[in-house]
């Protein structure tokens, strides 16, 4: 595909190496033709580079077969989740959920960016409800002043929560930012 063909989010293949196009600015040059001046991240390590694309050159496009796994359970360093459509189980590191695994509890649905057969990109889902199991106890008045509290919640991870919230309730937290949404 040609440079000016590029969108947010798109895979491509730089040097045999596969990279998610994080964004890209059109630049026009004082006496040379324009460019794409790129930002790419790289899906084996995380990396972040900028590389400068000429208007008319091309750009390896990859294609990514999405498809709808379920998180199964943890092992140490390791999850494991299943293909919906064969299956077929796959062991991921930390790596591959970044720090989306403290919102991971069994029968969570994932969407898995495959390339080759290889599982690249995790998507969990944009928001999950969880229980809290741990959190101080409800202050009088605190619903005026606006005040929060912290949180602990069944999968380990702490959010920061209104103070009428209590041990027991369910709440919707977003894996995005890691923020409260609401009570459930």
Partial sequence: MKASEMKKGQAILVDGKLFIIVDYEHVKLGKGGAIYQTKIKSLTDGLIQNIRIR???TVEEAFLDKRKFEYLYSQPNEHVIMDL???DQV????DAFGDGTKYLKPNT??????YNGKPVVVTLPT???LAVTDTPPEIKGATATGQRKTATLETGATVSVPAFVKIGDVVRVDTRTGEYVTRV
Avoid: A, I
């Fill in 85 to 87: 459509e064969n299956y």
């Fill in 109 to 114: 649905e994932l969407q898995v960016s495959m």
């Fill in 55 to 57: 208007s008319e050159e």
């Fill in 91 to 94: 062991t991921l590191d930390d």
């Fill in 127 to 129: 928001t999950v409800d």
